[in-house]
């Protein structure tokens, strides 16, 4: 973990001006093993210091790629004279926000440094039981990524703290030959938040969400495509955490309300069935961690959940200092970046659609002719809502029952309408947080949601 050398230096913030200070450390590493063979075995580090340096609304932004109290004492004077720059040469006043009252932000958590052999062997022993265990495969691989970022915030006029986020995951990829003679692949990641002793000291807990990756994708060669149309669906809850992400979280990110989104002029209207709620948590969801807890942001403001729908209408958005001013709410602690070098921008944390009283079960009987839309491959989404999301798993339901797997195919719509169709969720949310967020920067986020009844059009062959 570094060491805070940044505190000492708030005694040199200039007055009149809004400062944070930020030293930050990104640790990153991955193994892969095709089909028992080591393919890649690599860590990297960076680590620097970032000053943002705020004047008459204007930003000054300074980065350097090194850790001591001299860099630190440079990159502050050249952020601060950046900003007295800019600001000389602005038309008209920026947003200035006011200041906060600091709060208290939990003690950090240890980034635990497994020895390089260990996360090895743990691969080996998950590697040696595919192929031991499903001699039906044409491939495999097994593939550990842990990345970490560890951030020491010092403010002016808000909260300091120091503050890790480390995780970790073993994706499993498993490859067959469908009926046809074609390849089918499926995968699944495995782990979560934390380091390698807590997800993997013992590989053999992964074994049964193993069986069960190749019990899908047995079926899945013996697969049909799907009938195109607006059909009536169950989005799995990594479907529904997809499209909270991309479809809608994007949306109610107020930079890019302000760009122009269709959560500009929805606000305060129904954007989705009642039966909808959908927050982007912060450290905690439904009493326990979330997936990737976040507990202050990179502009000192302490993370606090931004509640975006509420019963079906666009209640809020997420927030920067500046935008929460602009908007006249509340800031939300969604300014991140990703590298010491990025300046902070509002991104998503932990977006999730609420649970409802439905089981899955029962879900599933109230479907006379449609399908259980379980993972998706990718996906995308526009400001306008609209999206397209790849499923790489399904099945066809039948007088209500699960009949035959799905082949490869595609989900569209327009979000907010899409949204307004739901009339059935379940009472269990799935939660996924292996990915990154592509906007500008990469950024680690979690998503999440219930099983959910909906009208979608889908594709066929």
């Not at 990756?213 to 899945?220: E, G, V």
């Not at 029952?401 to 979000?415: N, P, S, Y």
């Not at 009339?423 to 959910?452: E, I």
């Amino acid at each position: 973990m570094i060491e805070d050398i940044l505190t000492s230096q708030a005694a040199s913030f200039a007055e009149g001006v809004q400062t944070v200070l930020r030293g930050h450390e990104n640790r990153s590493r991955r193994v892969v093993l095709m089909k028992g063979s080591l393919t890649q075995n690599s860590r990297s580090r960076s680590r620097g210091i970032s000053a943002r340096v705020t004047r008459g609304g204007r930003h000054g932004f300074a980065s350097v790629a090194s850790y001591t109290q001299e860099d630190a004492r440079r990159v502050l004077e050249a952020a601060t004279e950046n900003a007295l720059f800019l600001d000389s040469r602005a038309a008209a006043p920026g947003i200035s926000v006011p200041p906060q009252t600091p709060a208290p932000i939990p003690a950090p958590g240890e980034i635990m440094d497994t020895r390089q052999k260990e996360i090895i062997d743990a691969c080996h022993q998950v590697d040696d039981h595919i192929r031991e265990t499903y001699p039906d495969l044409i491939s495999r691989t097994v593939v550990y990524t842990e990345d970490s970022q560890d951030k020491i915030i010092v403010s002016s006029d808000a909260s300091s703290g120091h503050v890790t986020y480390p995780r970790c995951y073993i994706y499993v990829f498993m490859s067959a030959m469908s009926q046809s003679g074609v390849p089918l692949e499926l995968f699944r990641a495995f782990g979560g938040s934390g380091g390698f002793s807590d997800h993997f000291s013992d590989p053999a807990v992964l074994y049964p969400g193993i069986d069960e990756l190749h019990r899908h994708l047995m079926a899945k060669c013996c697969g049909i495509w799907a009938e195109a149309g607006t059909r009536t669906v169950i989005l799995g809850g990594m479907m529904s955490g997809m499209l909270a992400h991309e479809a809608v979280g994007h949306t109610v990110e107020a930079d890019l309300v302000m760009g122009g989104s269709v959560a500009g002029p929805s606000l305060g209207h129904a954007v989705a069935s009642p039966m909808v709620t959908m927050v982007d948590f912060a450290a905690s969801a439904f009493s326990a961690p979330a997936p990737l807890p976040v507990f202050l942001d990179d502009e000192g403001t302490p993370a606090r959940d931004a509640v975006l729908i509420r019963d079906g209408v666009l209640e809020g958005y997420m927030h920067s200092r500046e935008s929460a001013q602009r908007f006249g709410m509340e800031p939300t602690g969604n300014a991140r970046a990703w590298d010491f070098a990025d300046e902070p921008l509002i991104r998503m944390r932990n977006t999730c659609i609420l649970p409802g009283r439905s089981t899955l079960e029962d879900m599933i009987a109230s479907i006379d002719d449609g399908y259980y839309l379980i993972s998706s491959s990718n996906g995308q989404a526009d400001l306008t809502g609209e999206f397209m999301f790849g499923v790489s798993m399904g099945y066809e339901i039948r007088h209500g029952k699960l009949g035959r797997a799905l082949l490869d195919t595609t989900v569209t719509g327009i979000a907010f309408d899409m949204l307004k169709t739901v009339d059935m969720l379940s009472d269990q949310v799935t939660w996924a947080s292996s990915g990154f967020c592509g906007k500008k920067q990469r950024m680690p986020v979690g998503m999440g949601g219930p099983a959910m009844r909906c009208r979608i059009t889908i594709g066929g062959r």
